[in-house]
């Protein structure tokens, strides 16, 4: 069955400061992979997919993520934060021709002044 | 072009009540995903409507019911309420029922049940 770990419930890091949201799946074939990012109080919005093809993969707000098979991992990156990312990510695996996202906890990111 | 809107915004039952959720897909888009999330977890999914059919279902009781319209607006139903149910209920709109087509997302209905 699949499933979705997301390392790390809190994230803090400094404005500026290199950012890194860990996620590892397990699934039997290669997935799809997604991360999405909710604000307080609105629904989620994705940042960036991963189907096929290219394996670094660049979205919406300079996040990028790299699908890393041997490590059945999808981390999402971004060079410097901003006060304005400050947000919970969820990173979240589907098999191909499936229907149904499966989702992580959520790491909730704290950007410090 | 509108987005994905959900009604009510908030809402609190007791337990043992009914409870209908609404869901306006975003133009174009023929099929809905309904998601509950509880406090501190991610998103469980419920179950699917592609082009008024359900189209898969996840772990949850047939208690939990669902409609999708010709226009392409959908329904959840929640008999029977327990205080578990209490959380946001999310739906996501997309086109043609895959997982890698994009989900759009409304803000949600926040569902307390006492």
């Known amino acids: 069955a699949q499933s979705v770990t997301q390392l790390g419930s809190h994230v803090s890091v400094s404005e500026g400061a290199l950012v890194l949201l860990r996620c590892n799946y397990s699934?039997?074939?290669?997935?799809?992979l997604f991360w999405y990012v909710q604000y307080p109080n609105q629904g989620l919005q994705l940042l960036l997919k991963?189907?096929?093809?290219a394996t670094l993969v660049k979205g919406i707000n300079g996040f990028e993520a790299e699908f890393k098979k041997s490590e059945t991992s999808f981390h999402l990156t971004k060079p410097s934060a901003h006060m304005s990312d400050a947000a919970e990510y969820f990173c979240?695996?589907?098999?191909?021709?499936?229907?149904?996202?499966?989702w992580g906890a959520g790491t909730k990111l704290i950007i410090k002044p | 072009e509108t987005g994905v809107t959900q009604s009510p915004t908030h809402l609190i039952k007791t337990r043992g009540q009914q409870v209908t959720l609404r869901c306006s897909s975003q133009?174009?888009?023929?099929?809905v995903s309904w998601y509950q999330q509880a406090l501190g977890q991610g998103p469980q999914f419920i179950f699917q409507?592609?082009?008024?059919?359900?189209?898969g279902r996840g772990n949850f009781p047939p208690r939990f019911s669902g409609l999708q319209f010709p226009n392409y607006s959908s329904e959840l139903n929640v008999n029977a309420l327990e205080l578990d149910d209490s959380a946001l209920y999310l739906c996501?709109?997309?086109?043609?029922?895959?997982?890698?087509?994009?989900?759009?997302f409304g803000a949600g209905t926040r569902l307390s049940v006492l």
């Open positions: 133009s174009g888009h023929n099929t």
């Open positions: 979240a695996v589907s098999e191909p021709g499936n229907y149904q996202l499966i």
């Open positions: 699934s039997s074939v290669p997935p799809y």
């Open positions: 409507y592609y082009r008024e059919e359900e189209n």
């Open positions: 991963y189907t096929t093809g």
């Open positions: 996501a709109s997309s086109l043609d029922g895959f997982a890698k087509n994009i989900q759009y």
